[in-house]
């Protein structure tokens, strides 16, 4: 039994722009591995290997962005620890001068000053925001850790207050000549004292927390990524500051101002140590991170190249194949032109 075939121009140009069509889809496919050298389908190409490259590329983005988190941590503790040497330094050099200014006439008018100067320092080196975070407010970040020491606020208020209620009248007054040392005493040590310890300090100067933000640095490690307003050292230096700003020293007799000046010396000696051990305890931090940064970049490195042996295609034959699917594109092309020009009006 016989059969015949029909060929007509219309099959021809139909198989011709599928076998067009098809290899324009393997074209760009073989375009995008000879260009990335990777899979265009990573999943088909690895079928049950898939889960195995998936598990690779999480644990590299969860290193990424340890790395990347990390670096945030890093400028954080820079700016802090910045600002904890130039406290501790600002301390060092004013004590120099405090003692000096002890026994020496006019010495409250001296030290006045740069007492002044200083306790503005430490509410801006307190004050100083990264990236739109107080660094020095615990975890409550989005508020200003302290409050300024001026008229009408809550810190100036509550001394005015106190030493009124203390010696019955202000520090600007005529009386504040008759203070006797042992009166300043008692008052530096009980109610001036109080105003720097909780809870008075967190009511009328610090809205930071004692506690501070954590990080994950690692896998495995999580630091204390911030130092909070609310040190002692900190506390020692506002209050060492204001007691030689607004205690109306330059009217205190020689005696009962060299209380005042005693009970400074203690108290920034005292800071100056503190600042050190919380620089030390910082400086510590930073080098974990630091740390932990390096060993996170190498382990990056390591799943990556796992990564690109498993997606990897090679890329000569892959330009290949782009070579070829443009030869067999550009033949189909002009045998569909030259099928279009045929018409059986050409042979009647």
Same mark, same amino acid.
């Given at each position: 039994m ?6 007509s ?5 139909? $198989?011709?722009?599928?076998s ?12 995008k ?6 899979f265009?389908?990573?999943?088909l ?7 195995r490259?998936?598990?690779l590329?999480?644990?590299f ?11 945030l941590? !890093? ?19 004013f004590?120099?001068n405090?003692?000096?200014a002890?026994d020496a ?7 006045? #000053? ?5 306790l503005?320092? %430490? ?15 615990g ?26 209620? $203390?010696?019955g ?5 005529p ?6 040392p ?17 809870p008075?300090w ?13 990080s994950?640095?690692?896998t495995?490690? %999580? ?6 307003a609310n040190? #002692?050292g900190f506390?020692?230096? !506002? ?5 030689l700003?607004?205690?109306g020293?330059t ?7 060299q ?9 920034? $000696? ?14 510590s931090?930073?080098?974990? %991170?630091?740390?932990?940064?390096e060993k996170?970049?190498?382990q990056?490195?390591i ?8 997606? !990897?295609?090679?890329?000569?034959? !892959? ?5 070829t699917?443009q ?17 059986l009006?050409?042979?009647?």
């Amino acid at each position: 039994m016989m059969s015949a075939n029909y060929i007509s121009t219309l099959m021809l140009s139909s $198989s011709l722009r599928s076998s067009i069509t098809n290899n324009q889809s393997a074209l760009t496919k073989a375009s995008k591995e000879a260009t990335t050298g990777r899979f265009a389908d990573v999943g088909l190409e690895l079928g049950t290997g898939t889960g195995r490259d998936m598990a690779l590329r999480a644990d590299f983005n969860f290193a990424d962005q340890l790395v990347d988190t990390n670096e945030l941590v !890093a400028g954080r503790l820079d700016v802090t620890q910045n600002r904890i040497t130039q406290l501790g330094k600002t301390a060092s050099d004013f004590l120099k001068n405090l003692i000096a200014a002890r026994d020496a006439e006019s010495g409250a008018k001296i030290i006045l #000053p740069s007492a002044s100067a200083n306790l503005q320092d %430490v509410i801006g080196a307190l004050n100083v925001s990264y990236n739109g975070s107080y660094l020095f407010g615990g975890i409550n970040t989005q508020t200003v850790p302290i409050t300024n020491y001026a008229a009408g606020s809550a810190s100036k208020n509550q001394v005015d207050a106190d030493f009124l209620a $203390s010696f019955g009248f202000s520090q600007s007054a005529p009386g504040v000549s008759t203070i006797t040392p042992a009166q300043m005493q008692n008052f530096l040590d009980t109610t001036f004292d109080a105003e720097f310890a909780s809870p008075a300090w967190n009511t009328n100067w610090s809205s930071a927390t004692d506690q501070t933000l954590s990080s994950r640095i690692s896998t495995t490690e %999580v630091v204390d990524s911030s130092v909070s307003a609310n040190q #002692p050292g900190f506390r020692k230096l !506002a209050e060492a500051y204001t007691m030689l700003t607004d205690l109306g020293n330059t009217s205190l007799s020689k005696d009962t101002f060299q209380v005042v000046v005693d009970k400074a010396i203690g108290l920034v $000696s005292g800071a100056i140590n503190d600042l050190a051990v919380l620089g030390g305890t910082v400086g510590s931090i930073q080098q974990r %991170v630091s740390g932990a940064t390096e060993k996170l970049k190498i382990q990056k490195d390591i799943l990556n190249d796992q990564i690109v042996k498993l997606e !990897a295609v090679d890329p000569t034959e !892959a330009s290949v194949r782009v070579s070829t699917l443009q030869t067999q594109i550009k033949t189909a092309l002009a045998l569909t032109s030259q099928l279009q020009q045929i018409s059986l009006i050409n042979y009647l």
